[in-house]
């Protein structure tokens, strides 16, 4: 038996992430489930009949990622990896088993070569029994100029409201995978990390970032930034932050989009609402339409002091599939 020498609610360090899924079960078992893989989690009343699949997965640490968002008309099923590590194989082969209801199902991954790599193979294993399963990789961090290096980030939330809209809608699977794939094109996002992450299982942070600087596109497991320079203001936080998303994606009058501002699990909500009221205001003067804007911990790094800002460019179809109705343990602002 580990003794707790962290200042955090663990009983023992091994079983941190089991614990921590079997509490959350018991808590909302009106909404989630169990299944024969005990890191594989459904929506109650998944498979859905008349209705494609959808499934994501990755790894602990980024609540309310991934199993927040099982319910209706959004997640079916989430595969759940260790603390920053990908889910196993058998965990998304179950996942996509307790999702199809016969009309196939869509994978939807951030861009880590290990996630890919065993939900392929979960894939393949799938459609020896007949499922039909796609894969749709998310890489809207835009802290790399090379789009192939590029990681999922906070983008991959509006992307499963997106595509679980569209399920709801009736979409097929290819229709589903079409939309899905343009929805990635037009997410970007960035990340601004101001202290590091406390690792459960070692009780000790992954890397480090020292008083007085901020990491600029910083990743979800902390590491791999762009830049380290000294800590700014809000305001200039919120600036470069927008400024590296609209390089890459330039934004005019003619544009709508959806805004997020997460934090990434140990941020004062009243510092990510100081971070959105500059965004709103650069955003507006350059005559932006903000259809839609959120602010909370959305999808976190366990314990670090930061926080990301997520822009979606929208168009007519996403955004009716961005406001239909859905309703998840942890997402909520879209329930009617």
């Known amino acids: 038996m580990h003794i707790n020498t962290m200042q955090k609610f663990v009983n023992d360090p091994d079983t941190f992430v089991d614990d921590s899924i079997i509490g959350f079960v018991k808590c ?16 109650i009343a998944a498979p859905v009949a008349g209705k494609v699949g959808l499934v994501a997965g990755g790894g602990w ?12 008309n959004m997640l079916d099923a989430v595969a759940i990896g260790e603390t920053f590590t990908p889910p196993t194989i058998e965990s998304f082969y179950e996942a996509f088993r307790s999702a199809d209801a016969g009309l196939g199902v869509l994978c939807l991954c951030g861009n880590y070569a290990k996630d890919i790599a065993n939900a392929t193979v979960a894939i393949k294993q799938a459609a020896e029994e007949k499922i039909d399963v796609r894969m749709v990789v998310i890489n809207d961090d835009v802290a790399f100029p090379d789009i192939s290096e590029r990681r999922g980030m906070t983008g991959e939330v509006f992307l499963w409201k997106v595509a679980g809209a569209a399920a709801a809608n009736g979409y097929d699977l290819n229709r589903m995978e079409s939309v899905a794939k343009r929805a990635v094109s037009d997410i970007r996002s960035i990340g601004v ?8 299982e070692t009780g000790r942070p992954n890397y480090l970032i020292e008083n007085g600087t901020m990491e600029i596109g910083v990743g979800h497991h902390g590491l791999f930034s762009k830049d380290t320079c000294k800590l700014r203001s809000a305001n200039a936080s919120a600036d470069i932050m927008l400024s590296e998303i609209l390089n890459d994606m330039p934004l005019d009058a003619t544009s709508r989009v ?19 009221g500059r965004v709103y205001d650069v955003l507006t003067a350059k005559g932006v339409c903000i259809s839609r804007s959120m602010v909370g911990n959305y999808f976190t790094s366990l314990d670090m002091m930061g926080a990301t800002l997520t ?4 168009d007519d179809e996403t955004l009716q599939l961005l406001n239909y109705p859905g309703y998840a343990v942890s997402f909520s602002h879209f329930y009617q």
């Open 61 to 72: 640490g980024h609540d309310p990622a991934f199993m927040g968002y099982l319910g209706k």
């Open 193 to 200: 990390g101001l202290a590091s992450c406390i690792i459960p």
């Open 258 to 276: 959806a805004v997020m501002i997460s934090g990434l699990g140990n941020t004062m909500l009243s510092e990510l609402n100081i971070l959105f």
């Open 28 to 43: 909302y078992p009106d909404v989630v489930a169990h299944t024969a893989c005990s890191r594989t989690l459904k929506y």
């Open 311 to 314: 822009i979606m460019r929208l």
